[in-house]
């Protein structure tokens, strides 16, 4: 009975390759978000989709595109990979009226 | 904009002894606070939160107030367990729901 739940949860990869990372959640939620924790484990928003809606883009390469073809799913699609991606990316959601996110458990991406 | 600053780490701790691990933040208005938890190879779990100025949250020994007039939201255990070891990470949300802002985490060693 997975709340969130990431697949896959390693990958690893050659620089210039395309990937993709599927998150799904159960919750019946609004909200869900995708986060990158770098290697110190500082912790950074990218998106956000409310209903299928994007509402959050933070500062993130055009290489990273999310999709959200209904409000239980929200995947992560990264062309031409880069060395710098390198991370531990989490899928969240969250419900109006709720405070806080409920994280999944991570996709470690390493790209070689 | 909105950020949060937490001690620095890593703290190293004998089990038993007293836990305090500092967070404040700057945000405009009104936000929720929160303390997360990362055990090793993990996803973050909500420890506790606090939604209005001198609310406690409290869960699992673990204490935070929200104190609006130093901005601060610090963690405190009185007696920590080896199984307490893991990153915390403070964080703020503008709003009652919505993205998590966090702050740098905190690595915490107990050793028996």
């Given at each position: 009975?997975?709340?969130?739940?990431?697949?896959?949860?390693?990958?690893?990869?050659?620089?210039g390759n395309d990937k993709?990372?599927?998150?799904?959640?159960?919750?019946?939620?609004?909200?869900?978000?995708?986060?990158?924790?770098?290697?110190?484990?500082?912790?950074?928003?990218m998106?956000?989709?409310?209903?299928?809606?994007?509402?959050?883009?933070?500062?993130v390469p055009n290489r990273f595109s999310p999709?959200?073809?209904?409000?239980?799913?929200?995947?992560l699609h990264i062309n031409s990979l880069e060395?710098g991606d390198?991370?531990?990316?989490?899928?969240?959601?969250?419900?109006?009226?709720?405070?806080?996110?409920?994280?999944?458990?991570?996709?470690?991406?390493?790209v070689? | 904009?909105?950020?949060?600053?937490?001690?620095?780490?890593?703290?190293?701790?004998?089990?038993?002894?007293?836990?305090?691990?500092?967070?404040?933040?700057?945000?405009?208005?009104?936000?929720?606070?929160?303390?997360?938890?990362?055990?090793?190879?993990?996803?973050?779990?909500?420890?506790?939160?606090?939604?209005?100025?001198?609310?406690?949250?409290?869960?699992?020994?673990?204490?935070?107030?929200?104190?609006?007039?130093?901005?601060?939201?610090?963690?405190?255990?009185?007696?920590?367990?080896?199984?307490?070891?893991?990153?915390?990470?403070?964080?703020?949300?503008?709003?009652?729901?919505?993205?998590?802002?966090?702050?740098?985490?905190?690595?915490?060693?107990?050793?028996?």
């Amino acid at each position: 009975d997975t709340a969130v739940s990431q697949t896959p949860k390693y990958l690893v990869t050659q620089m210039g390759n395309d990937k993709s990372i599927k998150c799904e959640q159960n919750l019946g939620h609004d909200t869900m978000y995708w986060y990158k924790q770098d290697s110190k484990k500082f912790l950074k928003i990218m998106f956000s989709y409310n209903n299928k809606e994007l509402i959050i883009n933070e500062t993130v390469p055009n290489r990273f595109s999310p999709k959200s073809p209904d409000k239980a799913h929200l995947n992560l699609h990264i062309n031409s990979l880069e060395l710098g991606d390198s991370a531990v990316y989490f899928c969240a959601s969250s419900q109006e009226g709720i405070a806080g996110l409920f994280f999944g458990p991570g996709t470690r991406l390493t790209v070689l | 904009g909105d950020s949060v600053t937490q001690m620095e780490g890593p703290v190293t701790l004998s089990e038993e002894a007293f836990l305090t691990i500092n967070c404040t933040y700057t945000a405009t208005g009104y936000p929720s606070l929160f303390w997360y938890v990362q055990y090793p190879g993990e996803g973050l779990q909500l420890l506790l939160k606090a939604t209005k100025a001198d609310d406690k949250g409290s869960n699992k020994g673990f204490e935070a107030t929200y104190r609006k007039e130093t901005t601060s939201f610090h963690l405190e255990k009185g007696s920590v367990q080896v199984s307490d070891s893991a990153v915390y990470f403070c964080a703020l949300s503008p709003a009652s729901y919505g993205k998590l802002t966090f702050g740098q985490g905190t690595i915490l060693t107990v050793h028996p």
